[in-house]
């Protein structure tokens, strides 16, 4: 989609004046998505689900190899490569969907309800998780939550209602 008016300027690049097969580009390297229902492919291990953004990048097999590992071993899932899905539980799960959102090494993160479906000690876990994968690799993350909590570990706050920006608060502020 694009903007009615304005323009979407994202880590110096305005993504609106992009061509379609260059914004196609431009997402699979700058952006990571992690989905509130996971979207695992389900006949795919947790290390091919993770691979699956490294194929729209010109990798070789052997930088593909090393970006998947690293990413596993960021969320602690080295030890499930070979799992499927099915396998995993729900915290696993959403930690390969974690994984696969940074494999490409993108600038931002886009985050939907990543701990909408997972119980309360799992939720604190992934949120500690992402606090630290965008301290140490310096990835903008923007989360859309309900959760107060889950806002909380943010530098930032933007408080939408329908649609419409209502307030933007600072690390610390309630909104």
């Known amino acids: 989609d694009r903007p009615d008016s304005g323009t979407i ?4 690049t305005d993504v609106t ?3 379609r097969s260059k914004l196609a580009d431009w997402r699979a390297a700058n952006l990571g998505y992690i989905f509130q229902t996971h979207n695992l492919i389900p006949v795919l291990t947790a290390y091919e689900n993770i691979e699956l953004p490294t194929l729209l990048l010109k990798l070789s097999s052997s930088q593909r190899r090393q970006r998947v590992e690293l990413a596993m071993e960021a969320v602690g ?3 499930r490569a070979d799992h499927y899905p099915r396998q995993l539980s729900g ?9 696969r959102a940074i494999v490409a090494h993108p600038k931002v993160v ?4 990543p701990t909408g479906s997972l119980d309360a000690e799992t939720s604190d876990q992934v949120q500690v998780l992402l ?3 965008n301290q140490e690799l310096d990835i903008t993350l923007l989360m859309v939550t309900h959760d107060r909590d889950v806002a909380a570990i943010a530098s930032r706050q933007l408080v939408l209602d329908r649609g419409k920006f209502l307030e933007m608060t600072a690390a ?3 909104p």
């Open 9 to 12: 300027t994202v880590a110096g």
């Open 91 to 99: 915290g696993q799960e959403q930690r390969v969907g974690i994984a």
């Open 77 to 79: 899932l080295s030890d």
């Open 110 to 113: 886009v985050a939907d309800e």
């Open 172 to 174: 610390g502020q309630t």
């Open 17 to 19: 004046r992009l061509s």
């Open 131 to 133: 606090q630290r994968l």
